[in-house]
Every structure is written in structure tokens, then in C-alpha cells.
């Protein structure tokens, strides 16, 4: 019964009524097979204008339609409608990133005496957790219904071993949608062995909607007075650099493109920006970390983070090859904010450690909230 209504509201949301066609709540229907095991597709609906969809596979986040002033919602998460599509090829569109979110140089670190030999699969280095990191594995799934929020907590035991990471761990992400129209997501995760954690989540965002072109216009403010700089193969020097005078100024609102050209290195390095920003305040404590406005559909984005750092990645390696939803993913026509420690801290005794140890609990929290200015 179910599955026939989903596939009604999948049908309206593509003239853009989806989203405030629902009432508040989480359906759930069949999205498709992968390894024999089944997945679900979840729709958290709110009645104020915002619907989220996502999936088991991966955590990722399919859809995300948002309101502007007059409450016209636009899907602003680039991915597909399909399950075969993320199966075949993604950029980590939507993705739920473990069990190391960004780089580990050389793909080994030393912890405690012994080194662990991780799957070098970005040139020499390891990104986003290996071959097959959280964003490809089947996760455990339950909706659930609060006072004045709804959604899906997700489950994963990652063995022992999984991508040659110690301990098994035991992880659990919650993915709520407020009545406030804010996206809250919640990391937790133990462990029986010494190990890194870093997890984050990858949805690229355009808030003019997914397809409507590039990211450029919009205007960034990133409460980060410094960042770390990189190497040619995006592995922090282990140096945090101010960003004042440099194109990675965003403490004041400035347009993504305003100096994504520019003649400096790091720019150089990143095909634009993709780098991990310090973020002020207290480690640990939420504090806000980001805030994105698309003057043209006057969509907001407000990022309120634990985590002490965020990686803007601005959609560089897009080139328009790959499609979804009826429209082509060009570059730069997505940004990310993917909050989280830095990157390559296995191998960099500066910074805030990643490594989780048995008896502590690993606790993260991320919002992502919208808003439309008049
Ligand atoms: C992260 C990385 C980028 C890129 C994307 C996925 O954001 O920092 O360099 O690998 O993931 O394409």
C-alpha cells in the first residue's frame, strides 16, 4: 500500500508540489536490491514545506526539496532517482562517509606501535573510507516519529578488519527533519579495538535546485579563520594558515566564483576550492559553521556543526558526464560541506585526534537548516 503512494509523491515532486503535497511523517517503500539484500527508500515529510528522501544503501540522501519565500519547493541535492544509478557510478552524491571521511596520506597510519595499510584508492592516498566505505554498504533502518521531528536512524557494524581499519565498530546515524525546516543528523559509535573515526555527509547542494547550473553566485560565509593547506594529492602540510588575504577569506558573505580562478597555489591544488576550514569556537561545543545564500532563489543554508572542521569541496571534478533525475551534473554545480575532523590526523599529531578507543563513545552533530529570504 505504501508503495503505490511513494511512487504518487515521487510523481508530483517533479513538477515541484512533492514536497508540500504530504502530510508530516516518514513513508517507506522497496528502492531495490544490492547483493540480494533488499533496500527501502525513506521520505521524511515535515508540512512546512520540506521533504527528504533517502536511502539504506549508503545513508545517502536521494532528494532534498526545500522551500523558497513563496514556499516553491526545488529538489537542491544533486544524485538520482535510482539505485542502479548510485550502483553504477557517484560522487559520493548524498553519501554517509565512513569509516575515515577524506584523506589518509600514503593510505597507512601508526597507531600505538602498529601500522595499518589502508586502500590507496586516490593516487597514493585513501579517501572516504576504501573501496567500499560506508557510503556502499546496506544499513540497518527504523523511522521514527518525535515531538516536532520524524526520521530514519540507521545501524552498521563494520567488522574488524573492514577495509583493513582495527576494531570492529559499531556505528549509528539518526537523519531528522525538525519542523523548523532543519536537516539534523547524529553520529554515535564505539568500538573493541583503537581506531580512527571521522564521519560525515556528502550531499552536494545547489539551492537554486539541482541542474539549474553552477554554484558560483551563491554567497559563502565559513566562520573559519584559518584552514589547512594541502599537498598536490590534497594531504594537509599539517600547517593551519590564516585565511586572511588569501581567496580562502569567506568570514565575510562572498560569492563562491568571486576568486575560485585565482592564482595561488592552493587553488591550484584543489581545481578550485577543496580544502578542510578551522572552524572558531570551542571543539565539541555546536557552533555555526557555515552559511550559504543564493541571491537568485533567495534559499539559505545555515550549518550549524560539533565537528572542528568542515571540508568546501565546490563540485570540481563534475564535468556534466554523468545525469540524474533528467538533468547533468556539470562543474561546480554542486558544493558540499562536509563536516568533520581534518583530514590525514591519523598521520598529523597536531591535530585533534580521530582515534576512538574502547569505553569512549563517539558523539557528532551536524544541522543543516533552510530558510528563504523575503
Ligand atoms: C571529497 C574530496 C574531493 C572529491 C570528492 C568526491 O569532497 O575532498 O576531492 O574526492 O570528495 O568526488
Redesign the pocket.
Known amino acids: 500500500m505504501l508503495f503505490p503512494l511513494l511512487m504518487a509523491s515521487c510523481a508530483d515532486s517533479a513538477d515541484e508540489t512533492g514536497a508540500e503535497a504530504s502530510a508530516p511523517g516518514v513513508q517507506v517503500a522497496p528502492f531495490g536490491e544490492v547483493d540480494g539484500v533488499p533496500v527501502e527508500l525513506f521520505t521524511m515529510t515535515n508540512g512546512r514545506g520540506m521533504e527528504i528522501r533517502l536511502t539504506n544503501y549508503g545513508g545517502v540522501v536521494t532528494h532534498l526539496f526545500a522551500p523558497d519565500a513563496e514556499g516553491r519547493a526545488a529538489d537542491v541535492a544533486l544524485g538520482y532517482d535510482t539505485l542502479a544509478e548510485y550502483l553504477e557510478s557517484s560522487?559520493?552524491f548524498g553519501s554517509l562517509v565512513g569509516r575515515y571521511g577524506?584523506r589518509i596520506g600514503g593510505a597507512s597510519f601508526s597507531l600505538d606501535g602498529e601500522t595499518f595499510a589502508l586502500a590507496a584508492n586516490?593516487g597514493p592516498n585513501h579517501?572516504?573510507g576504501g573501496e567500499r566505505g560506508f557510503d556502499k554498504v546496506v544499513w540497518e533502518a527504523e523511522p521514527f516519529e518525535e515531538a516536532g521531528r520524524r526520521g530514519v536512524r540507521l545501524a552498521y557494524v563494520s567488522p574488524d578488519g573492514e577495509e583493513g581499519y582495527p576494531g570492529t565498530l559499531d556505528v549509528e546515524v539518526t537523519y531528522a527533519l525538525t519542523d523548523e525546516n532543519a536537516f539534523e543528523i547524529d553520529y554515535r559509535a564505539t568500538t573493541d579495538k583503537a581506531t580512527p573515526v571521522n564521519l560525515t555527509q556528502?550531499t552536494y547542494f545547489n539551492l537554486a535546485g539541482a541542474g539549474s547550473g553552477d554554484i558560483l553566485g551563491h554567497e559563502l560565509t565559513l566562520h573559519a579563520d584559518r584552514f589547512t593547506p594541502v599537498d598536490e594529492g590534497?594531504i594537509p602540510t599539517g600547517a593551519l594558515q590564516p585565511v586572511a588575504g588569501t581567496p580562502f577569506d569567506f568570514t565575510e558573505p562572498t560569492a563562491i566564483g568571486a576568486r575560485i580562478d585565482a592564482d595561488d597555489t592552493q587553488i591550484a591544488h584543489g581545481g578550485g576550492y577543496?580544502h578542510n576550514f578551522a572552524l572558531n569556537g570551542a571543539a565539541g561545543m555546536l557552533k555555526h559553521a557555515a552559511r550559504v545564500t543564493d541571491p537568485l532563489s533567495g534559499r539559505v543554508l545555515d550549518v550549524h556543526t560539533t565537528e572542528p572542521g568542515v571540508?568546501f569541496?565546490t563540485g570540481n571534478?563534475l564535468d556534466g558526464s554523468l545525469s540524474g533525475k533528467g538533468v547533468s551534473y556539470g562543474k561546480r554545480s554542486g558544493f558540499?560541506l562536509?563536516t568533520q575532523h581534518f583530514p590525514d590526523s591519523p598521520n598529523q599529531e597536531a591535530f585533534p585526534s580521530t582515534i576512538l578507543r574502547p569505553g569512549e563513545t563517539y558523539a557528532s552533530r551536524t544541522i543543516y537548516s533552510f530558510d528563504a529570504l523575503p
Request: aromatic content about 22%.
Open positions: 560522487p559520493y577524506n586516490n579517501l572516504h556528502h590534497l577543496d571540508q569541496y571534478f558540499c562536509e
